[in-house]
Nanobody, 127 residues
Framework: QVQQVESGGGSVQAGGSLRLSCAVS???????VGWFRQAPGKEREGVAA????????YYSDSVKGRFTISQDTAKNTVYLQMNSLNVEDTATYYC?????????????????????WGQGTQVTVSS
């Protein structure tokens, strides 16, 4: 069973950057890996995903151009580089994985598409 552990959250001022890491075990390759976030009182939102089989990436409109998802198969880790952060990015960020090398393009942002979730890491952006 695929497991994932997030790290890298923290507090940053608006305009700053953070990089989140998702350690996927036993292997990153062969999984569709997504990053989601959830703010208090809001639904869980898919922000980015990567098809590790073809290094194909997906982004929500709210983060496109600011966030970058990438993988390091040698380290079995998927990263989410977050730049130009604003207060609306404040949330708990979760990593999720599905045992498929390619994400289904119309499902990647659906939380129900992923059977496995990490514990989450908090990102707080202050103005």
């Amino acid at each position: 069973q695929v497991q994932q552990v997030e790290s890298g959250g923290g507090s940053v001022q608006a305009g700053g950057s953070l990089r989140l890491s998702c350690a996927v075990s036993p292997n990153t390759y062969g999984n569709c890996v997504g990053w989601f976030r959830q703010a208090p009182g809001k639904e869980r939102e898919g922000v980015a995903a990567i098809s590790t089989g073809g290094n194909i990436t997906y982004y929500s409109d709210s983060v496109k151009g600011r966030f970058t998802i990438s993988q390091d198969t040698a380290k079995n880790t998927v990263y989410l580089q977050m730049n130009s952060l604003n207060v609306e990015d404040t949330a708990t960020y979760y990593c999720a994985a599905r045992g498929s090398a390619y994400c289904f393009s119309v499902r990647w942002r659906d939380p129900d598409y992923y059977p496995g979730w990490g514990q989450g890491t908090q990102v707080t952006v202050s103005s």
